[in-house]
């Protein structure tokens, strides 16, 4: 994101959370682009009589997550982070 430190440390969480969507946002053009420049070169070389529908900048792109993570997912990833900072497991 570019910032300096100190501009980090005075950014509100809102602020932070409109600087990490406006980045990603950047990275989804950036991949469609790409993908748009493969599909062209794909479609310009691809058999026709094989492959009728012309390939789509889609069909390069990695596909995104579509279901939500779950507080049971969460509780064993956070687990697993623990471990690794090396934690331990809290006594009951």
Sequence with gaps: ??????????????EYDALLRRRNMNQ???????AFIVSSIYNV???????PEPFRPEDFMA????SKQTPEDMLEMV???????GGRPPEV
């Design 1 to 14: 994101m570019e910032l300096s430190e100190d501009d980090f440390w005075r950014l509100t969480m809102r």
């Design 45 to 51: 070389n691809r058999d026709v009589k094989k492959k």
């Design 63 to 66: 596909k995104r997550a579509t």
């Design 28 to 34: 989804e053009g950036e991949m469609y682009r790409a």
């Design 79 to 85: 687990k697993h982070l623990h471990a690794a900072f």
